[in-house]
């Protein structure tokens, strides 16, 4: 093949999606040429997800055009992609995992190839690009790299001109992760373009040789990876350093010995895709902020389920305490009681019922209390409902009517109601799993306002957040949980966006060492 | 193409139109049933829904009916808001039939002031132990507790006629598979109301029907015992979160349906027949699912959506003897008001749109646990 | 003696074999339809009215099938189109289909007719004992035909692949390009037709009569061989014989005049299957093999 280096494989132009009012890829120029490795390099929720579903046809652009050798296309569907050329790889795979290796492979083929001629195929193009497989070994059976390959190989056999891979090696392990790099760099070789998602700073370094840098669904730059500094990405990827004057105030009971304390604490993987949490550490002290920083799928999930209680039978090992005794072997109600409050990521069936009514979500988290379920178990609604009324007014809950259902709450009242409830009974230790997340910027700054003036009472708080910046504001300490272990925390004053992106992009590793 | 999209939001009113609009509309399908059968649509309709109300006695009766009914369909109304389903009510209600019946045959004499409430008793320990079984094995093993709860029917009808075939049987009885009658104090006597009298074959049965049927709407809405199931069955990992047991859950309401089935067999036989035989019931553990969704899962709607369910079951009778139309006709009546029910409930979950255009796009997910 | 205790056993594992086949391939592809008990009694009656109608068992028998694929259908229109939830809707087609079938039936109570006659095949019917697996009649040696070319079609063909597929993961499928909904309704369909052989097999076999709810429980049954086979077809056969033979226990025992009373007996297939569900209950639900997608609903993606 000899690729015309001069027209670019897949150019975007002006390109721009939209979700309501929310503008996830603004105005975005991109250009990928064959025989190249080219990364999209960006925070959660930054559009590098938006804008390579917008290439593979999953989406379509608002505004803007793409061009495919130069000329204009418009991608309608993922099949249509397939029929240009494009191929993607998900963060989550699309396999069966009853179906073996070759079954896997038919499926996405035209009908009439035979199982036989598909395992040979296998056999030669996983032989050709170094990935060892078996075609008769089931899906479920293999390791997720080995299903990546899969995943890959379904992909090669179509013969692509353009592969996607979207945080390919998120659920690798080092060793996987650099027999893949050899399988890029041949594809490269061979003349295909590739690009490559990722917000960990030493592949792109590595594998890359270009990187667009996107950040809050604007496009930063397109520079030469190989020559900018790893440190100089983390700045592009996070942005300008923080006006000092917005943060919380410092930690008013200063010497106080840490309320809570999580010691070693390990809970293996319940699934392919859950993340295994190793030796996790953490304290924190009366009136203090602790914020815990990583890319979602780090075991953020995990660690919730941990502290709040919901997961006290999977804990193997460590000690976990409040004041010195020990909480580990106690449920989420009585922890609760013991004034450990927890709003977890999910609204929607997890930390509220949507098909229930706003009493009976206040209800979900205080049947303890004496006011509003009597010895006898019997549930007092006046005492719930005005709980519920006491939260919406304390918290600027805005609802339709007196006590509606849940569900017909906008995300960012709901949430307000959520931290509210769990906040209305004065608790000594909070924590808070993204607090703002999806959440309209006054009823963020609510929160957060209301997050600061508990910490006057002497509550302990834990953040556990994607966002940086809000991280960078309100914490007093903030750690790292990269790949389901925890980094030594770090005074916040000393953080800068850029050392902590540093670390949550794997390259400074005060987060432990990585096995090689 | 048909196509369901997901509403955000459903009225109140619309789910009280989903039970009306579905009898109305089986209602309308039985009657082209019965004009496919060659039947008079109309008169056949008339003998099913009218002719059962017209006399004072016929809606003694209907209460009657209605009674087993109202009791096992409370008691389905927890299991099926846990999202546990359990099936196998009719073996609970026979298991419950024998406990009491067991009480009404061999309590010594200087006993009998305590008969009934002992009876009670005996019914409901027999029936929740036979509900046990699915929930232990659920619990314990993540067994199936529809199968398992069927099977226990079987084997619970095996069981009656083993006893009055055998060991129960009363040696006066010239061959027939009967135990002997229960003593006088084991028998609940007819029902005397204020200005009309007796009321057909009504008992006083009723009265403890009405009573499970309240007991049980306060349970589920005023108890938080109640709340539990209903957090349980509706957001399972809510439940978890707020540190509620879910085995503790699937264990109660299995016990309580089952304890409320033997209840409803307790009552039967006293009331009814006043001692046993082979057959005890007539689908009665079955008819209350149906029940327990026309109520649309609220123990208080129960006692309306048995009376409307018992009303098919005598109109079946009326409609044989008059017009000779066969009573299974009940049946296929009940199968279509289920079906009736699960679409309507599609209807107010769902946007019905019919397109036919292919639309390419956005991928989302629709899976939802059973 | 012998042989007589073996061809009861077998004639009884027809009817499961037959009906559970066909629910392994619905399963299979996702779907459990608990209407099975009612479905067979469809097939039931049509097998028998059908039969009494034209005087020839075998269009008896494609009557029984068309009966079992119809009330299928309904099955599939209310899960598949209109998403609803499925243990619900499979208890409803039981209701349904039994009472539909005794209304269907009533006039045909009392009745008699000629079942299916048995195939003699030459020499090897001359066997002692294993003689009798040839002096059977058509559909049986059908219904391990059909067991066959299920086990054939699941796993050595595309058709089959796809099957699994949509079962395993149908998102994934989706997105793949194959409709989910389609290839499911096909299977309800083929469940269904299959029950309603098995119901056929009932009154064209077994006793030439029709009975309001002949099938006592078969079909419950049936379900649970599903679960013994753990989703493979070859393995239902031994699960049905050996339901087989635990049923025909009570026959055995009367005729050697043990003490037990036959109502004992005639739980050992109910208790039976109880244990047989305790034992494939331990481990995770995908060690058992049940599809992952088992009872879930899909709605395509707009």
New interface residues.
Partial sequence: MSPDREIPLLTGRHISKRFGTFTANDDINFDIHAGEIHALLGENGAGKSTFVKLVYGLLSPDEGQFLWHGAPVEIRSPQAARDMGIGMVFQHFSLFDVLSVAENIQLALPAGISLSEVKERVITVSAEYGMTLSPDARVGDLSVGEQQRVEILRCLLQNPSLLILDEPTSVLTPQEADQLFAVLRRLRDDGCAILFISHKLDEIKALTSKATILRAGKKVTTCDSASTSAKELAELMVGAALDNSMRTPPVLHKGADSLFCVAQVSRPAATAFATALQDISLSVMSGEILGIAGIAGNGQTELMEVLSGEAIGDVTAGKIELDGVSVAGLGPDMRRQKGMRCVPEERNGHGAIINMSLSENALLTASHEPDNVSASGLVSWVKCHALSRKIIGSYDVRTPHHDPLAGSLSGGNLQKFMIGREMMSRPRLLIVAQPTWGVDIGAAQAIRAAMRRLLEDGTAIIIISQDLEELLVMSHRICVLNQGQLSEPLPAQDVTAESIGLMMGGITNSVSERAV | MMRLTPRPYVSPHQLLLVPVLSVLLSIILGGLIFAALGYNALDALYQFFVAPLSRPDQIGNLFVKACPLIIIGTGLVFCYRANIWNIGAEGQLIFGALGAGWVALYLPESWHFMMLPLMILGGMIAGASLAAVPAFLKTRFQTNEILVSLMLTYVAGLVIDWLVRGPWRDPMSFGFPLTPYYPDAALIGKLSLPVVGKLGQLHWGILIALCVSGLGWFILSRTLAGFKVRVAGDAPRAARFAGFSPNIVTFSVLLVSGALAGLAGMVEVSANMGQLQPQISFGYGFTAIIVAFLARLNPAAVILAALIVALSELGGDSAQIAMGIPKVVTGVFKGILLFMLLAGETITRYELSFDLRMTGGKMSRGDADV | MYDELLLTVLLTSVPLILAATGELVVERSGV?N?GVE?MMLMGAVAGFGVTSLSGSPYIGMLGGATAGALTAA?FGF?VL?????????G???T??????S??IG?PLVGQAIDGLPVFIVPLLSDIPVLGVLFRLDLLAYLSIGLVAGTSFVLFRT?AG??I??VG??????H????SVLKVRFYTVMFGGMMAGLSGAYLPLVLTPHWA?GMT??RG?IA??LV?FASWQPWRVVGGAVLFGGVTIMQLAGQARGWSV?P??L??LP??A??IV??AM??GGR?ERGA???L????????
């Avoid at chain 3, 189109?81 to 809707?89: H, I, P, R, S």
């Fill in positions: 459990l608990l009612g309904l209310f189109g209109l998403a609803t939830n499925q243990v619900a809707t208890l409803a087609l209701i349904f289909g039994t009472g539909l005794g209304l009533a595309r692949l796809v699994r597929a395993d993961n149908a998102t994934s499928a997105a793949l390009g194959y309001e006592a429980g419950w379900l649970a679960v009373s109502q004992f005639s739980m109910y208790l299957t109880i569900l305790v209950s331990r995908a599809p992952a997608q009872g879930r609903i899909f709605l395509p993606p707009r």
